[in-house]
């Protein structure tokens, strides 16, 4: 089964590689360009729209293979509950894994619960657990992740693959440019974590010198659910939550 999904997968990369390079005309180039334009606009409009009706959120990042019953399933769960019972809402990617367990969570503990989906060739479907009206589909996902920035006072990151330290580092570089305020960003599971934490702090910064020494002060490492609500409560204790930009 695992060798045909994987040739499956390379067609597809084939296919699209040479439509890629495929030779196209001027006007064709600059049509195809246009109704992007249109279709990316039309994403943002309906984000904007969908989310300011939204109040205050905390986005929950972490890996769509996590299974239900897991350690770290039942960890983005309670840490979701607790959220909620602090009075966020919780924003995560919408599908399987960590983002079902935190919008569970957070369906759990009567709060708001969204989810922000992501169309994929192997057709990501929605968790059951987000609010009907704050389900929001995206094909493009950095339309996605301008809303999870735009619209989150907190960023909480649990054990993920690739696109779980997209999104991780795409909150550490605004903060760090200062586009954005500086957000409390908290990676749960130190285990977890600590070596990509040391070769940041090592090679990246004592070694090559390509960040500052204090741009490690931009994280919060917790390992308890009740941390990493209480590391986002302490930041809230002294601001008020608005949109980042």
């Given at each position: 089964?695992?060798?045909?999904?994987?040739?499956?997968?390379?067609?597809?990369?084939?296919?699209?590689?040479?439509?890629?390079?495929?030779?196209?005309?001027?006007?064709?180039?600059?049509?195809?360009?246009?109704?992007?334009?249109?279709?990316?606009?039309?994403?943002?409009?309906?984000?904007?729209e969908?989310?300011?009706?939204?109040?205050?959120?905390?986005?929950?990042?972490?890996?769509?293979?996590?299974?239900p019953?897991?350690p770290?399933?039942?960890?983005?769960?309670?840490?979701?509950?607790?959220?909620?019972?602090?009075?966020?809402?919780?924003?995560?990617?919408?599908?399987?894994?960590?983002?079902?367990?935190?919008?569970k969570?957070?369906?759990?503990?009567?709060?708001?619960?969204?989810?922000?989906?992501?169309?994929?060739?192997?057709e990501?479907?929605?968790?059951?657990?987000?609010?009907?009206?704050?389900?929001?589909?995206?094909?493009?996902?950095?339309?996605?992740?301008?809303?999870?920035?735009?619209?989150?006072?907190?960023?909480?990151?649990?054990?993920?693959?690739?696109?779980?330290?997209?999104?991780?580092?795409?909150?550490?570089?605004?903060?760090?440019?200062?586009?954005?305020?500086?957000?409390?960003?908290?990676?749960?599971?130190?285990?977890?974590?600590?070596?990509?934490?040391?070769?940041?702090?090592?090679?990246?910064?004592?070694?090559?010198?390509?960040?500052?020494p204090?741009?490690?002060?931009?994280?919060?490492?917790?390992?308890?659910?009740?941390?990493?609500?209480?590391?986002?409560?302490?930041?809230?204790?002294?601001?008020?939550?608005?949109?980042?930009?």
């Amino acid at each position: 089964m695992t060798t045909r999904k994987n040739s499956v997968h390379h067609e597809e990369s084939e296919r699209r590689i040479k439509k890629a390079f495929k030779r196209r005309g001027w006007s064709e180039v600059k049509a195809n360009d246009s109704w992007a334009i249109f279709k990316i606009m039309s994403e943002f409009v309906a984000g904007f729209e969908a989310m300011q009706r939204i109040r205050p959120c905390v986005s929950v990042f972490g890996s769509a293979r996590t299974k239900p019953g897991t350690p770290e399933y039942e960890l983005a769960e309670e840490i979701a509950f607790q959220l909620t019972g602090n009075g966020y809402g919780v924003i995560t990617g919408g599908g399987p894994g960590i983002m079902e367990a935190a919008n569970k969570g957070a369906q759990r503990g009567g709060g708001t619960s969204v989810g922000l989906n992501i169309d994929l060739p192997f057709e990501q479907q929605p968790n059951p657990f987000i609010d009907k009206e704050k389900s929001i589909n995206f094909d493009y996902f950095f339309v996605r992740k301008v809303m999870f920035i735009k619209y989150s006072q907190g960023f909480i990151v649990l054990p993920g693959g690739f696109g779980t330290l997209d999104e991780l580092f795409e909150a550490l570089t605004l903060i760090q440019t200062q586009k954005i305020g500086r957000f409390p960003i908290i990676l749960v599971g130190s285990t977890y974590w600590q070596g990509l934490l040391d070769w940041i702090k090592t090679t990246m910064g004592d070694q090559h010198k390509n960040i500052n020494p204090d741009d490690l002060d931009l994280i919060s490492v917790v390992d308890k659910p009740e941390d990493a609500v209480a590391a986002i409560n302490a930041f809230y204790s002294k601001y008020m939550l608005k949109p980042n930009f």
